[in-house]
């Protein structure tokens, strides 16, 4: 297995297995047993885009194809992709020289992009375009004078890919206790961006402290918090509301999915907890809960959410209602070089984004 993680090698953890089913007991608990499904939930636009830009790298270019860290934050999608031929590296130096690389949805700095200009790598830029956008924003700002706070966790890919685009004009902020301590030698020509993939809460109340520090503080032109990442708390907002247990499919190194655990259990939940597998979900949790809601992060795979659902059902807990918050229709474009099939025909799968309905969920 790869040892991607956030910048820093580790296990990604033990290969996926099949599902083991009925391993959940169907006791009695107080009232009627029911699922709440979270919806948005799972695989956003700018996940499925960078999925899709790795197999059909491999599809046009053949086996090896290169990804530098994990294409995205999820131990499952990640072993997939090495079964169809994808290798995982830390660094482009890792590389053989003329191999073709795909940069993750998570963005790479311009020292990246040289490194692997030098090593004569064909290089598939699979960043998220919301991303991307944060980049702009920090060059722009960064030639206008400005310096830039980035509100963000210290070593998360993302991170280090925006501040490689300013880094003598940018100053990391992790998390709202920092700012009391912060230090900055212009206070009127400041600005702040942040990681898309936080907390929408945590992040305003970081913004709310930063402008009491320094009233001149401008905002970047519009949030850069993602879509996908909003529309999942404000869903498990909901959801958590009823639910009194809530259980997050998704890794331990994605931020959004960690973070959802955190917003079920501020918002009413009882319990919340995250797992990769079905087979990680305890019977205990399940003791004396009538509601279970369940929700996925930004880069799950339905496939896997059906798998907690069938569990979950093996326990009795058959009655399934989505509790639907916004509807996502948003598609990005695969990058430029893979818009077309190997016989140089435009390709179906040119967008990212689409919902993939399993069988319970259609009509």
């Given at each position: 297995?790869?040892?991607?993680?956030?910048?820093?090698?580790?296990?990604?953890?033990?290969?996926?297995?099949?599902?083991?089913?009925?391993?959940?007991?169907?006791?009695?608990?107080?009232?009627?047993?029911?699922?709440?499904?979270?919806?948005?939930?799972?695989?956003?636009?700018?996940?499925?885009?960078?999925?899709?830009?790795?197999?059909?790298?491999?599809?046009?270019?053949?086996?090896?194809v290169y990804v530098r860290k994990q294409i995205v934050h999820n131990i499952h999608v990640v072993s997939t992709l090495e079964k169809k031929g994808a290798i995982f590296v830390d660094e482009v130096g890792e590389v053989p020289e003329g191999?073709?690389?795909?940069?993750?949805?998570?963005?790479?700095?311009?020292?990246?992009?040289?490194?692997?200009?030098?090593?004569?790598?064909?290089?598939?830029?699979?960043?998220?375009?919301?991303?991307?956008?944060?980049?702009?924003?920090?060059?722009?700002?960064?030639?206008?004078?400005?310096?830039?706070?980035?509100?963000?966790?210290?070593?998360?890919?993302?991170?280090?890919?925006?501040?490689?685009?300013?880094?003598?004009?940018?100053?990391?902020?992790?998390?709202?206790?920092?700012?009391?301590?912060?230090?900055?030698?212009?206070?009127?020509?400041?600005?702040?961006?942040?990681?898309?993939?936080?907390?929408?809460?945590?992040?305003?109340?970081?913004?709310?402290?930063?402008?009491?520090?320094?009233?001149?503080?401008?905002?970047?032109?519009?949030?850069?918090?993602?879509?996908?990442?909003?529309?999942?708390?404000?869903?498990?907002?909901?959801?958590?509301?009823?639910?009194?247990?809530?259980?997050?499919?998704?890794?331990?190194?994605?931020?959004?999915?960690?973070?959802?655990?955190?917003?079920?259990?501020?918002?009413?939940?009882?319990?919340?907890?995250?797992?990769?597998?079905?087979?990680?979900?305890?019977?205990?949790?399940?003791?004396?809960?009538?509601?279970?809601?369940?929700?996925?992060?930004?880069?799950?795979?339905?496939?896997?959410?059906?798998?907690?659902?069938?569990?979950?059902?093996?326990?009795?807990?058959?009655?399934?209602?989505?509790?639907?918050?916004?509807?996502?229709?948003?598609?990005?474009?695969?990058?430029?070089?893979?818009?077309?099939?190997?016989?140089?025909?435009?390709?179906?799968?040119?967008?990212?984004?689409?919902?993939?309905?399993?069988?319970?969920?259609?009509?």
């Amino acid at each position: 297995m790869s040892t991607i993680t956030n910048g820093a090698a580790a296990s990604l953890g033990i290969p996926r297995v099949p599902a083991v089913r009925n391993r959940l007991r169907d006791n009695p608990v107080p009232g009627a047993k029911r699922v709440l499904l979270a919806a948005p939930r799972g695989y956003c636009a700018g996940v499925d885009r960078a999925v899709i830009a790795v197999e059909k790298a491999l599809e046009h270019y053949g086996s090896p194809v290169y990804v530098r860290k994990q294409i995205v934050h999820n131990i499952h999608v990640v072993s997939t992709l090495e079964k169809k031929g994808a290798i995982f590296v830390d660094e482009v130096g890792e590389v053989p020289e003329g191999a073709h690389i795909v940069f993750s949805a998570h963005g790479v700095s311009p020292a990246v992009v040289a490194a692997a200009a030098e090593r004569k790598l064909e290089a598939i830029d699979a960043t998220c375009p919301l991303v991307t956008k944060v980049h702009r924003e920090a060059v722009r700002f960064a030639r206008d004078d400005f310096h830039i706070l980035l509100i963000g966790h210290a070593g998360h890919e993302e991170v280090e890919g925006t501040m490689g685009h300013a880094p003598e004009r940018t100053t990391l902020v992790n998390s709202p206790a920092d700012v009391a301590t912060l230090e900055v030698a212009d206070t009127e020509n400041l600005v702040w961006l942040s990681q898309t993939t936080l907390s929408v809460d945590e992040t305003m109340e970081t913004v709310r402290l930063l402008r009491e520090r320094f009233p001149q503080l401008h905002n970047p032109p519009s949030d850069d918090i993602c879509y996908a990442t909003q529309n999942r708390q404000v869903a498990i907002k909901k959801v958590a509301e009823s639910a009194e247990l809530v259980i997050v499919v998704g890794s331990a190194n994605s931020s959004n999915t960690v973070r959802l655990v955190d917003v079920a259990l501020e918002n009413g939940a009882k319990a919340a907890y995250r797992v990769d597998y079905a087979s990680e979900i305890q019977q205990d949790w399940l003791d004396g809960v009538a509601t279970v809601g369940v929700t996925s992060g930004a880069s799950v795979p339905e496939v896997l959410v059906q798998e907690v659902l069938d569990d979950l059902a093996d326990a009795g807990y058959n009655d399934v209602s989505q509790v639907v918050t916004a509807e996502e229709d948003l598609m990005f474009s695969l990058p430029k070089e893979l818009r077309k099939d190997a016989n140089g025909r435009e390709d179906v799968r040119g967008l990212g984004g689409r919902i993939r309905q399993l069988d319970w969920q259609r009509p």
